[in-house]
């Protein structure tokens, strides 16, 4: 039954008006690697735009050892209490320094003995660089 509009997809469009039963396989033949670049053509141009989208959210973080940093609470096992509303809880903890440079993207930081159930080895996006207040008598306690 046709409804007399536009096909809405690549391939239905390029085949145009055509009936499958008087479309010979040599036609088909002919018009497949059209399809095939086309499909190409498709796949590259949406990895581009993934990229991009993607690349938006990336921040570039080169940690060095021995540095000060914060740890998202949320990542941390031993810190999974939830008796307490999530909205009570820091969003970081820390100061911990830095013990080894695992990779480019991973870190192996120190844990005080009461966080011991914490992996010790975490991702550069659960961390942020620590900042410290302008005295240390402002300095907060972890745990």
Not at 32 to 38: D, K
Not at 82 to 91: H, M
């Amino acid at each position: 039954m046709s409804t007399g509009s536009t096909p809405n997809n690549a391939l239905a469009r390029s085949l145009g008006v055509c009936d499958v039963k008087c479309q010979s396989a040599l036609e088909y033949v002919e018009r497949l690697p059209r399809f095939q670049n086309l499909a190409k053509e498709n796949i590259t141009v949406t990895r581009a735009k993934q990229k991009y989208h993607a690349d938006k959210k990336r921040r570039s973080i080169v940690l060095e050892k021995a540095d000060l940093d914060m740890i998202i609470s949320e990542s941390l096992i031993s810190f999974k209490n939830f008796s307490i509303p999530s909205k009570w809880k820091p969003k970081f903890l820390g100061q911990f320094s830095i013990l080894e440079v695992m990779g480019s993207v991973a870190y192996k930081i120190e844990l005080p003995p009461s966080m011991k159930l914490a992996h010790k080895v975490v991702h550069v996006s659960k961390l942020k660089k620590y900042i410290g207040p302008a005295n240390e008598s402002e300095q907060l306690s972890v745990l």
